[in-house]
């Protein structure tokens, strides 16, 4: 069964930058609206970035500014670029690809499958 795999997590302090990679292994890579979703601790999941076939990106308000999504369609691979990190951005994060017609946007959660397993991101003041 496809699976999306996460990776780049780790723990870093107040200001500091990460990069999260999602390798997804789908046939048709380059046309997936792509997403990027957290779940705090004690908190519900929810959603951060989306980026659509066409490079055109939505944020969640909390990260806009700071975090940039981004593909390569070669290497069936998008990342999560986060800087000047905060406490509040630590979480689990998960990637996913949206599978229900709806428009490229983390709000649309319910719309988005293969989630990975996630990786955890922890950030300290």
């Known amino acids: 069964q496809e699976r999306v795999l996460e990776s780049g997590g780790g723990s870093v302090q107040v200001g500091g930058s990460l990069r999260l990679a999602c390798e997804d292994p789908?046939?048709?890579?380059?046309?997936?609206?792509l997403g990027w979703f957290r779940r705090a601790p004690g908190k519900e999941r929810e959603g951060v970035a989306a980026?659509?076939?066409?490079?055109?990106?939505n944020y969640a308000d909390s990260v806009k500014g700071r975090f940039t999504i981004i593909r390569d369609n070669a290497k069936k691979t998008h990342y999560l670029q986060m800087n000047n990190l905060q406490p509040d951005d630590t979480a689990t994060y998960y990637c996913?690809?949206?599978?229900?017609?709806?428009?490229?946007?983390?709000?649309?959660?319910?719309?988005?499958?293969?989630w990975g397993r996630g990786t955890q991101v922890s950030v300290s003041s």
């Open positions: 996913a690809r949206q599978q229900k017609p709806a428009t490229c946007h983390p709000d649309f959660q319910w719309s988005f499958g293969y």
């Open positions: 789908g046939y048709a890579f380059s046309s997936y609206c």
């Open positions: 980026l659509d076939h066409d490079g055109s990106a």
